[in-house]
């Protein structure tokens, strides 16, 4: 049996994710990391607070993580809290858990990752990608989803407007670009993790829609 650890619980694939982890047979323990305790009893789950992304002190065995660690600048403050949240955190995560063990690495990241690209969302996440394959992760899984749909804890107005719009239009809106549930992330983030041993695998929007399907 395995230990999973698990970042970004808190968040809005993480929350799907977590239950989904604790009922698969594949884990007999699941390290949960993050600045809040979660309201969940379980067996198998451990909780680890942090106040700061430092991890190089904690000696945690794992086997898979599961990073679903991400926000907005609008959220974060500003562009150099974004870019600790959505590349030094997960970034770090993966170095101290490959020297805790671990052999696969699966991340949420988000369409149009390119580290060349115009975009600072697309060039932060793109940059992690190239980054995370230099570690040398037996099992590497990206998933890059479009547009995120579930019950999210804070309000953005922008978001939902164009959550409203994508679903209104999506006979319209190409696979590649149709929004997508937060469950389904989920699901295809332990599939994905469970599966691929042996190489980098990355899963356009199209590719998780279609596992669900």
């Known amino acids: 049996m395995k230990t999973a650890v698990i970042a970004g619980t808190s968040g809005l694939v993480g929350s799907a994710l977590l239950p989904m982890l604790l009922d698969s047979d594949e884990y007999d323990k699941i390290i949960s990391l993050g600045r809040k305790k979660l309201p969940i009893e379980h067996p198998k789950l451990q909780q680890i607070q942090f106040y700061s992304f430092d991890l190089t002190a904690l000696n945690m065995h794992c086997d898979h993580v599961y990073c679903c660690l991400g926000t907005t600048i609008r959220t974060a403050g500003s562009k150099e809290q974004f870019i600790k949240v959505d590349h030094d955190y997960p970034l770090e995560l993966a170095k101290v858990?490959?020297?805790?063990?671990?052999?696969?690495?699966?991340?949420?990241?988000?369409?149009?990752?390119?580290?060349?690209?115009?975009?600072?969302?697309?060039?932060?996440?793109?940059?992690?990608?190239?980054?995370?394959?230099?570690?040398?992760?037996?099992?590497?899984?990206?998933?890059?989803?479009?547009?995120?749909?579930?019950?999210?804890?804070?309000?953005?107005?922008?978001?939902?407007?164009?959550?409203?719009?994508?679903?209104?239009?999506?006979?319209?809106?190409?696979?590649?670009?149709?929004?997508?549930?937060?469950q389904a992330v989920a699901k295809c983030m332990l599939h994905s993790a469970t599966q691929n041993q042996n190489r980098t695998f990355i899963l356009e929007n199209a590719d998780i829609l279609k596992f669900n399907s």
């Open 97 to 182: 858990a490959l020297k805790n063990g671990a052999t696969s690495y699966t991340i949420i990241t988000a369409i149009a990752s390119d580290e060349n690209s115009r975009w600072l969302y697309s060039q932060v996440k793109g940059k992690l990608e190239n980054e995370l394959e230099l570690l040398g992760y037996k099992s590497l899984n990206i998933l890059r989803p479009s547009m995120l749909l579930g019950p999210r804890k804070e309000f953005r107005l922008g978001e939902w407007i164009s959550k409203q719009i994508m679903i209104l239009f999506s006979w319209l809106i190409p696979v590649k670009y149709k929004a997508v549930k937060d």
